[in-house]
């Protein structure tokens, strides 16, 4: 069945044409050009492309982590019917953390090492939510029990430093659950794990949308891990969302030229194909996009039109593509 | 059949023990980490061995022990018959080993920022057959620059002119220059997005093909491997546990270890399906489980996995350490 996108209006989040920018001494670098999506509550939005995509910029503009001198240039950013990216760095840390929640890759720096992770969470709780500090304690143990660490207790006054790659990240997703946010920003929040703990937290985070009604984005290069936990998915490429649309849509029946490449270049466990699908070149810098649609240059399919004209995301089907020359459906490439 | 290489019981121990003054005062005991312990490999001339496992499995070490970066603590390997590492005498054999490169996983860490390309893709040949003509060399750059889809005018950049897939080509251009005919490739591909990396893992086949060349190539991703590999050999707390060829391991796995990983694969194909969560973590290397060291997280264990680490046997095309498959306590696909 495929899941129509929410309606702005009951979105959890809604952001819409979505610029951010970097000066730099080479002129300015538009890492995110006009991004609009929206998560109702329970969701997972997988956020997907390669390096420089733009992915990462995008997560950081909705929880207002640009740092300065980038800057959201252009747009919107609604949370719950209030607009939040044009809020002060008072207000925004306040919903930092109590609204939205983050998780990045690496739990080693998102933890600090000269605490324990008892107190790093105690200090979390009290920080967004008015408790005395053994309900907070309390509180802090049943969140590490509902991230599945075991014998919270007796871990609860060790050091980050005690515990193992997996565990940190569950620690550090107990930190972005302590005030109960209802969105959380997991930015590749399975790279730097093995496969075999890789599974457990991706369950994990499909467990928390299921049964706490958390809207998830999450932000990854992995397709296996989004066509597992995603309900829908938004491909960007050069800063652009150039597809988005149902999981099993965007992944089977690609309508984006870039996302039938991307997807038939990733090799799968199942079977054995001679050849690896080949998208030739690389993604353009993007202080020198070309004129047009950004993937011309090296898509199979570029015709007049898209050297001259960046198509606009538009509807197609269930989802919505922004191609001058979409594929038919049942087309790979 | 000859083998190309061949490694004969090989291990690496590194002696991580805390300082002589803290065992003496505070106690403390000497630590052994064995990152290789007592591995066989036999790769036969134009295959492409896989080595998978997770991470501090000793896969990586493993590759570094078959090129003589790291001198075994025990055991032998054989290049083309000849011993080329052995206990005390690792970095000797320097021309036996000629034939052997590596290329590693990080192509912003592995090239050298202030050479130009042409200086790069030229070490190995300077450094193995010194007195080759300059413009010999030049050309001999050239044309391994052509071969990995480079440009001849590549020659006088330098590496941060490139992206990370033509570093990646960058590499395997200078790992071809000096014609080696045996590979050692770590992780070659990690570092790269998906659409660079099927680029990379294709010129890794052409080049295959056309060079007649020998693969070990190491991944943790499953799906690379099983693109790229004719065999696969599967590690754990520095052994492998299981063996085989590409499809049967994929098809037909046997050690639950391996079961295990595959089953933790996120796929495309099963878009909203829950992976099967796989219990347990790897134990530390310091202390490994007595007996074999999957099973504390194994399901199939019992009394006899606890207290005897299980030996490699043949079952067929592969094999298999375990005692569970062994006894045929564990049913098997095929």
């Not at chain 2, 134009?46 to 090129?67: D, M, N, P, Q």
């Not at chain 2, 492998?240 to 037909?252: G, K, Y």
Request: hydrophobic share 45%.
């Amino acid at each position: 069945m495929p899941v129509a996108p929410p309606p702005v209006a009951d979105a959890l989040l809604a952001v819409d044409d979505l610029t951010v920018e970097f000066p730099t001494r080479r002129g300015t670098l538009t890492a995110v050009r006009g991004v609009s999506f929206a998560i109702a509550a329970g969701e997972v939005l997988g956020l997907v492309g390669e390096s420089g995509a733009g992915k990462s910029v995008t997560g950081a503009a909705v929880i207002g982590l640009i740092d300065p001198p980038g800057r959201i240039a252009s747009g919107r950013i609604v949370l719950d019917g209030r607009r939040i990216d044009d809020l002060p760095s008072a207000a925004m840390r306040r919903v930092r953390g109590r609204e939205i929640g983050a998780v990045f890759q690496d739990p080693l720096t998102a933890l600090d090492p000269l605490y324990s992770i008892g107190r790093q969470l105690v200090e979390t709780i009290r920080a967004h939510l008015d408790l005395t500090e053994g309900q907070a304690r309390e509180r802090a143990l049943s969140l590490l029990a509902d991230v599945g660490i075991p014998a919270p207790a007796s871990r609860f006054d060790q050091y980050p430093h005690q515990f193992s790659g997996g565990m940190r990240q569950r620690v550090v997703i107990a930190l972005a659950l302590a005030a109960a946010p209802r969105l959380i920003i997991a930015d590749e929040p399975t790279t730097a794990l093995d496969v075999s703990i890789q599974a457990q937290i991706i369950a994990l985070l499909a467990r928390l949308a299921r049964e706490h009604r958390t809207a998830i984005l999450l932000i990854t290069h992995d397709m296996g891990v989004i066509a597992e936990i995603a309900s829908r998915v938004a491909v960007m490429y050069a800063g652009r969302i150039v597809e988005i649309g149902d999981v099993d849509d965007v992944i089977h029946r690609p309508r984006h030229p870039y996302t039938a490449g991307l997807m038939g270049s990733i090799p799968s466990v199942r079977m054995k194909r001679d050849r690896l699908l080949q998208i030739d070149g690389s993604m353009p810098r993007l202080t020198a996009l070309p004129r047009g649609c950004a993937f011309h240059p090296r898509c199979p399919r570029a015709r007049a039109a898209c050297e001259s004209v960046d198509p606009a995301l538009a509807r197609l089907g269930a989802g919505q593509v922004a191609c001058h020359w979409p594929l038919d459906v049942g087309v790979t490439a | 059949m000859t083998h190309l290489v061949e490694a004969a019981d090989i291990a690496c121990h590194f002696d991580v023990s805390p300082p002589w003054l803290d065992r003496v005062v505070g106690g403390a005991s000497r630590g052994v980490l064995k990152a290789v312990d007592g591995v066989d490999l036999a790769l036969v001339r134009g295959e492409t061995y896989g080595l998978v496992g997770e991470s501090g499995c000793g896969k990586s070490t493993l590759a570094r022990l078959i090129v003589g970066l790291y001198a075994p603590t025990r055991g032998t390997i054989r290049y083309e018959g000849t011993i080329v590492s052995a206990p005390g005498r690792g970095r000797r054999n320097r021309r036996a080993r000629r034939g052997m490169q590596m290329i590693f996983q990080d192509p912003y860490a592995s090239l050298n920022p202030h050479w130009r390309v042409a200086d790069i893709v030229a070490e190995p040949i300077r450094a193995l057959a010194p007195r080759t003509r300059r413009r010999a060399l030049q050309g001999r750059v050239e044309e391994v620059l052509l071969q990995v889809g480079l440009s001849a005018g590549d020659a006088a950049r330098f590496p941060h002119q490139f992206s990370g897939g033509q570093r990646q080509r960058i590499s395997i251009a200078r790992a071809l220059s000096a014609a080696p005919q045996f590979l050692v490739c770590d992780e070659p591909t990690s570092a790269l997005d998906v659409s660079v990396q099927a680029q990379v893992l294709n010129l890794m086949r052409d080049l295959q093909r056309r060079l007649e060349l020998t693969y070990l190539f190491i991944s943790h991703n499953l799906a690379v491997v099983r693109h790229i590999a004719d065999r696969v050999g599967v590690m754990y707390l520095g052994r492998i546990v299981e063996s085989a060829p590409t499809a049967m391991l994929f098809d037909a796995p046997r050690h639950p270890y391996t079961r295990m990983l595959l089953d933790a694969v996120p796929d495309l194909d099963r878009t909203g399906t829950a992976r099967t969560a796989v219990a347990g973590e790897v134990p530390d290397a310091l202390a490994p489980p007595p007996g074999c060291a999957f099973h504390p997280r194994c399901p199939y264990a019992n009394a006899r996995c606890r207290e005897e680490a299980p030996r490699l046997r043949a079952y067929g095309a592969a094999s298999v350490a375990c005692h569970a498959v062994e006894e045929q306590r564990v049913a098997c696909f095929a």
